[in-house]
Each structure stands twice: as C-alpha cells, then as structure tokens.
C-alpha cells in the first residue's frame, strides 16, 4: 500500500497499476473523496500533478466530478469483468468518453535549484484537465487486449478493488498482498485452528 504525500488519515491506495483502477479503490472500504482536501491528497499520491503543485484553487465541485467518473469507469470495468453488455455501460462509456476529449494538464521542465531538469504544469490543473488523465488511463486500459486481458478482481472476501496483474505466471491472487492475502492468511489460520481443537 502506497501513500501520497500527506495522505495516512486518508488511507490512500496506489497499487492498482492504473491510475483509473487506483480511483476506483477511493470507494472501498469507504468513501474517501468526500471531500477536498483527500481529493488533493488523492490527486497528488497518483502523480496527476508533479510533487509540490499547489492545488489552492480546486472548488468543491471536484470531488463530485471525479465521483462521477469513477462510477462511469467502475460500470465499464465491472461490465468487461462480468461480460455483461447493458445500455448503462453505452451510457457510461459516452460519458468517459466525452471527459477524455479535453486536454490533459500541459507539462513543462524547469531548472530545480540544484539545476536539474523537473516537470511542473503550466499553470494551475483545472478539474476537466485532471479527470481527461484519468478517463483517457480509462480508454487506454479498455481498448488494449494485453491490459484488458490482465485485469483482476480481487479474490479477497467483500473486495471489490480491481488491479492489473502483471505477475509472473498471472497468478496474483489479492488486491494487496499485505491487506487482502494477510487477512487470508489469518482466517485460514484460524479455520486450521478451530479444526485442530474439534
């Protein structure tokens, strides 16, 4: 599990292998964009912004933007993890589609006191920008058969998060090794336990 930068109250995950995945898990166990400033600190943990860029002028109608999304990218995830094929996901599909037409934030290098190349954005990201990173991730991730093809639910109990697995073999198993294969582990340790002493 990865942290953003001022993000341990918000329980942040990173470990998707998709910055589109990685919103996706901002759902479970609980809602974690509520708000903005875990929105921020979500935004800055999955790099849609170079460390350091300040994000003073994000107005409250962010989080519900990028909730919105997230629900469009969950229909169209879950619908190729299931096969279904409902009119919901033409609507989903329609809707990431149109997020993904404006123009991603433009980067730019500058010289870091130390006289090294490091990118920053030219100006302040506006929220559009931000999400057509996140749904063109999206289309990205749905229209390649190799990544398509590597796309995981989790096999932990109650875990909705999807993931790529890029595993050797394809045999990851958990959304995380540490939260949903320890939890595993403990429970099949005490169904071993509870059968030694019956």
């Not at 921020?40 to 519900?64: D, E, K, Q, Y």
């Not at 999304?69 to 149109?98: I, Q």
């Amino acid at each position: 599990m990865a942290l953003g930068t001022g993000t341990p109250p918000y329980d942040l995950r990173f470990d998707a292998g998709r910055i589109c995945l990685d919103l996706l898990a901002t759902a479970h166990p609980l809602e974690r964009l509520d708000s903005l400033p875990p929105l921020c600190a979500w935004i800055h943990g999955s790099g849609l912004v170079p460390p350091g860029t300040p994000l003073s002028h994000a107005r409250p109608t962010w989080p519900p933007a990028f909730r919105e999304l997230r629900g469009n990218v969950r229909r169209l995830v879950s619908g190729w993890l299931t096969g279904e094929a409902r009119p919901v996901h033409g609507l989903a599909l329609a809707h990431v589609n149109a997020v993904a037409r404006t123009a991603p934030p433009a980067p730019r290098a500058v010289r870091a006191p130390d006289g090294t190349l490091v990118r920053e954005l030219d100006g302040d990201p506006e929220c559009a920008a931000l999400l057509a990173v996140v749904a063109r991730d999206a289309v990205e991730l749905l229209t390649d058969p190799l990544a398509r093809a590597a796309l995981r639910q989790c096999a932990g109990d109650n875990c909705p998060i999807v993931y790529v697995d890029t595993s050797r073999g394809r045999r990851r198993r958990w959304c995380s090794s540490e939260v949903c294969g320890n939890r595993e582990r403990v429970a099949r340790h005490r169904r071993r336990a509870a059968l030694a002493r019956a």
